[in-house]
């Protein structure tokens, strides 16, 4: 890869997904740089109609995954329990991302404080994952006492998932695909 012309530029292109994590909680002051990077994305209007639920209970993290697959799975247990898949890859810690459930920009404003965070804890030496199936853990009837439970306001939904945590191993840059982008002057 060519040099990189500064830090942030730098920590867009190294920035990989990473699904393997090593044990080790994050820094506490780093886990709120990344949180400030969150709460300072650009927002339509801005709203900033984000909540962010900070998740660092290995028991919680272990019953999320479960639940999250048993949800995949229709509730069937028996399928559920067949899969052996970490949906969070071992990573120390979750950030939950809900937003205002009445506003058409949410999903977009969310998404980039989400960028926000990755970009963050890239520049700081850490690595993440979105998780989109986390979605699933508030796909049932179940959903709106899971939202409490995890302290999400009235009138706002869970989103995203990103896991967060030191690498334990990093993936090689995926080839670009060409063609996609066009000039016209």
Aim: hydrophobic share 35%; proline share 5%; aromatic share 10%.
């Amino acid at each position: 890869m060519a040099e990189h012309p500064n830090d942030t530029v730098r920590s867009i292109m190294e920035r990989r997904s990473v699904r393997k994590y090593k044990t080790q909680q994050i820094d506490e002051k780093d886990l709120r740089c990344i949180i400030d990077c969150g709460l300072w994305a650009p927002s339509a209007r801005n709203t900033q109609n984000w909540h962010f639920t900070v998740i660092q209970n290995a028991e919680l993290i272990s019953w999320m995954n479960k639940q999250t697959k048993e949800n995949i799975a229709g509730g069937n247990k028996d399928k559920s329990s067949k899969d052996d898949r970490d949906l969070f890859y071992g990573a120390p810690t979750v950030i939950l991302i809900s937003g205002g459930a009445d506003d058409i920009w949410t999903e977009s404003n969310c998404a980039y404080a989400v960028e926000n965070m990755c970009l963050a804890a890239q520049s700081l030496g850490l690595s993440s994952v979105i998780i989109g199936l986390a979605r699933f853990l508030f796909s049932t009837l179940e959903a709106e006492a899971y939202a409490k439970e995890f302290g999400v306001p009235d009138g706002y939904k869970p989103l995203y998932a990103v896991c967060f945590g030191y690498p334990d191993a990093r993936p090689d840059p995926p080839a670009r695909i060409p063609g996609k982008v066009n000039y016209i002057k």
